[in-house]
């Protein structure tokens, strides 16, 4: 029997991306998509792409109607999920939360990252960092599910191997990492203007990120100890793709890097360990669920860079929220998600 | 019982295409995919998003392998399915020509436009023009189609209902089109890199191009008249897509154009009257096999303005092809292709 | 001696181009950049290519220190220039609007479309359309000019031989028109977004477009009766460049267009009227105060199509500021602007 | 009196980029302009950007003519001007090769990555690198000057002062840079077609890259030992501009970085250090011939990222080479070269 689904605030990237992928789940029907602001408007007067494929109009979100959903998505701004999570877990309601509201578990540091109280610190230790390759046992059976960000999924996948076997110096990794600009959302901001961010990069809140501590949680637990890697984004004049470049340096240099990922990553639908030398594009992504991923060992004996690429809406937000959905619903973990990347 | 599909000359951007759309075809096989350039290397070294969806190698062409299908593509420049074409239809195949050998009926305009003498005449006659919205029913018997070209298509799907009741002043037609420099193909050229056809735009081969004839062509069938239009085909700073701006005047101004157009295409999967007063965007259909239009009677009372837009390596190339490939070999008209267009 | 300038709301992109521009102009200095917004700011922390080249600070607008100004330039929104223009002329200040406000010279059609009383309607008789290939000698003798808009610039340069001398079809003209995104100007909107109007292309503004009025005014000026021209604007993936493709059917087939048009525009330093065939780039203008121009007579003996290329923000806004501003104030027409196109 | 130039190879990308810069020089006329492929061909009729400005058509390449030049560029492939340079000194001409055949020092490490063998190695002691903020004495009294690789010129300036006073750990130095299409050329390949590169992002040559060697050469020249810094260049989808991301340790973390730099950089005309914390944009600099320079000192208390932005065809090419010729014919530094980026 199909599976009731709930989107909260799908006027944005993730949103529309989640419906796009969705149309073709087998298994859910869309039961409620919610946007305050747009409530009444035919979602796909908002994105034409679904016309034909979505037949629903934007409600106000409320708790009674999605209590109805086997499963929520909130594809909202962080700070929202935080404060419908409990009311739908306790009407048996899943929920996949793809803001941050989960993603850290100290609290405190969350608070002072994201410049807000948290609404249910209670919730954030029960929720699972939705990540598969990490935790695909957890998901199964979570009622809660943090979906990384994006920037954390491409930076992760690349040093896991690495670091789950302490392979490197763990005090100097790097990660310079590029993004395009659909990961700045679907907000009217100046910056983020064609004339702005087009045909031009920078580097951006080189300072800090708030994807830096949610990286340095993840791979401090898959260490052991603490680790503070030094992480630079910067925004690429395009909209879907993030390419990470990853810089480590190797405890000893004998060690077959291209086999150990081969080994890590054989059983995962969604993460492919190119062939050694190879330069992954972020266009072999567009619009599909995997990270792609590529070593080398350049010059310097002990050095080795990792490139990793997804997309950042795709295996970087709604792709793996609805892989996250088929673990936790008990779908297959790749319906919906069987399709090769748009290229060119 | 899978039917065995060929593809001849797999490394161009149709080429690509229709790997990723028949991949997900539950009713075909993928058997042989040539180049005669690339022979020996694996498909998916050339085109990575394929990873994992397409174990194959290019293989040098051979009409004796070819016969072996049930269907081949030609994905290959203009005039090369004409020299194969017959061995390959009198060993029971069914042949698609992506390109232009067997669009126009009138060979000696053909060799005019294409600058060579034509191989097989003969099958001119028999080919049938695959555009289903105007020959479902021949297509569907059809041994030999001819693919149409993608202005060809945005613009004849553009003006069809106007021109088959013939409501229009047929002597003043102006398609002024657009389209993304995926148009031009994998190749090797400078005035198609990015650095070239990028942050800029112009029109193009003003005096002359090979659609005009087809577009002539299929227009004054339709009409039952000769009908000339002018046709401006002008190069986008993007990959995908093509917008039509289609212009005439009307006979008289007395006529529901959006009640005839929805008419003339409620039946049709894959063509999409927009609202009145829409502005249809290629972004909307791209990697999508949809035909979107909109009508608009600006200032001008006897005006009639018409937006169209497709992708042109979908339904303007692999997508049409994979429609006709249903039809012909008895799937239902849109396996395979029911996906929304990837926006953003 | 130095002549005193001020810009009053430069945070536009029309602003920065005009201090782009003056920043080498040898008989001007900058005196006041006004912008209520952002006063206290300086402007190169707003526009990092200044750095070295403004020394300057944004002031909030007053009319005082404007006063002291030998001319200023609004590079405002509309509505905002003819509040105070009758106070600088008063006081012996040259203006030069770059909105819309003085384009019109009918008040009642100029509220309709702008959707405003008109604050200063006795100013807009004396206003010279800055259009100095049409107006040179008035725009000399001015001390008020409506600077053109930059789609009415391109295609008024582009149709003006054929109207001036009525060798056309008046009734039938179409200006199909594509404009890169910074025409929309530095405001913050979803639909500029880089992913929202990059990689993708779409007519807007089909029923009523504002510089529709402003063309048939200039033309039926031309001509000597009402001109009603079709306009259809289109946002092209990039940030510089309108190119105009105009469509007319000649009354007689003998005319040499080509000697018309290089005779008309010999003595104009910012026309350039290209060899028969060509097809002109928006980038061989980007960054430059040109208008290059290619005719065309495809097919149909009496059709005509003109090709027409500005960049927007100069030739159609900062730049044939510039322009007025140098016959205004006495200096040679192409001071600060004789610069070639940035290509690639 | 004017000094007479001539330009090598003037049809790729730094070649046009030259002839924008030079027409309006006052102190030089342009004489020769050679192209083998191209000969006879008009300048403008290749580069419409310069019609009006260029009346000049591309000749046959003659050491005789050259030879009556003042200074002739090399804007060629790498292995040209090592053939002529030795008949144009001999005859008094300067020479400024903007290819890679006098930048390196070790004969034996030139030919291993640029595959050829040397023809005048006895020239490439004598060859001063042309970084005018390193050698600018040198330069002055130069007769033949290596123009330096873009990458090169964006590392090697954000890393200059760290290296000099050797503040930073010199094993460890990781360049992450990324520089868009037009630094590949104008040459027609697959891999920079709009259709590959564009909408995308990869890197490459991660292996091993020309200007790894170069930038090796000058931080160990400065440094007074081997520096092997980890080099991985990005393509950028975009026409202009490199952005260099450069990652160092400090020896120790007391040290005032913003005060070494601007005081390293005070006197330079063309280097601007940003104020602390500035994220340099690359459209900041396009078509201008700066560096623009921040730093940044994130977490970690010894890490130092070096931001570092350029044209690549201007500080990274032909506006570093007019700034050499300006040192080497005696001009001031910045004739020809103060003009703001393009900016949107």
Known sequence: MSKKIGIVGATGYTGVELLRLLVNHPGVTLSYVTSRENAGMRVDAMFPNL????????????????????????????????????????????VIDLAA??????????????????????LVAEAVYGLPELNRAAVQQARL?????????????????????????????????????????????????????GDSFKAYAVAGHRHQPEIAQTLSLMAGCPINPTFVPHL??????????????????????????????????????????????????????FCRIALHRPGNAQRVVVLSVIDNLVKGAAGQAVQNMNLMLGFAEDTALRHPGLLP
């Open 51 to 94: 016309r034909g494929y979505v037949d629903l109009t934007f409600s106000t979100p409320s708790d009674e109607q999605l209590a109805e959903c086997d499963l929520v998505f909130f594809a909202t701004p962080n700070g929202v999920a935080m404060k419908s999570a409990q009311v739908l877990l306790d009407a048996g309601v899943k």
């Open 101 to 122: 509201d989960f993603r850290i578990k100290d609290i405190a540091l969350w608070e002072k990252w994201y410049g807000m109280t948290h609404a249910s610190p209670d």
């Open 145 to 197: 599910v943090a979906n990384p960000g994006c920037y954390p999924t491409a930076v992760t996948l690349g040093l896991l191997p690495l670091v789950e076997n302490k392979l490197i110096d763990l005090d100097g990794i790097i990660a310079d990492t590029k993004s395009g600009a659909s990961g700045a959302g679907r907000k009217a901001e100046v910056h983020t203007l064609l004339c702005e961010a």
């Open 236 to 289: 690429l004049p395009m909209i879907r793709g993030i390419h990470a470049t990853l810089y480590a340096m190797l405890q000893e240099g004998n060690v077959d890097l291209q086999q150990l990922y081969q080994t890590r990553y054989a059983a995962e639908p969604f993460v492919d360990v190119m062939p050694a030398g190879s330069h992954p594009e972020t266009r072999s992504v567009r619009g599909a669920n």
